[in-house]
């Protein structure tokens, strides 16, 4: 009775392994193989992944089925594809400044040039604390009131822009103006933001 052993198999095995290495040729059209194969996987794989769900900002078409007469007795279907549009987004209207929006703007302000020798970030921001949002508040512990270069607001606030949600305030100061954004959030009115006007 013959004893069986794995020589036979490991060979075919090390034939198939090593053909690509053979050549350049060989390994030209393994690696080519190779390309097809994924590019045909890639291809086949959406249409079972199942992720069907459209972004909340684009419309999509309803699939829809069409069948083809072939012959006597015989038909196919086939579906058309799902066509995927965004749309943009229409800018808010313009609306009327807020009289709310530009009092917390002048105080924010106020606040804002408020930094004499000795106060320390966590004074200064809590200053700053009743007129600007959370999110904001965090940006504004890394500035160092040291480093702010107004001492006093020297006019009244004015909106350059305005919708019914937001309102980009322009105020003077002894350093120059202030551009501030003033958004409505559910605690009211709360600064987001603030540049220095060039």
Request: net charge positive; hydrophobic share 40%; aromatic share 6%.
């Amino acid at each position: 009775m013959p004893i069986r052993t794995h020589r036979g198999r490991a060979a075919v095995y090390r034939r198939l392994w090593g053909w690509p290495l053979r050549s350049p040729r060989h390994l030209v059209v393994a690696v080519l193989g190779f390309a097809v194969l994924a590019t045909g996987v890639g291809l086949v794989l959406p249409e079972y992944s199942g992720s069907d769900t459209p972004a909340p900002t684009t419309v999509v078409a309803p699939s829809t089925k069409v069948t083809i007469s072939i012959g006597p007795g015989a038909s196919a279907e086939r579906r058309t594809p799902r066509v995927t549009t965004s749309l943009p987004q229409a800018a808010p209207p313009p609306a009327a400044p807020a009289p709310e929006a530009l009092t917390v703007a002048e105080n924010w302000a106020k606040g804002w040039v408020n930094h004499p020798a000795g106060m320390t970030t966590e004074q200064w921001l809590e200053q700053l604390r009743p007129y600007t949002t959370e999110e904001y508040l965090t940006v504004m512990g890394t500035v160092d009131p040291a480093n702010v270069p107004a001492t006093k607001v020297t006019g009244r606030a004015t909106a350059l822009e305005a919708t019914a949600s937001s309102v980009q305030v322009t105020l003077p100061t002894d350093a120059g103006d202030l551009q501030i954004l003033v958004i409505a959030s559910p605690s009211g009115w709360r600064v987001a933001g603030y540049t220095k006007a060039s």
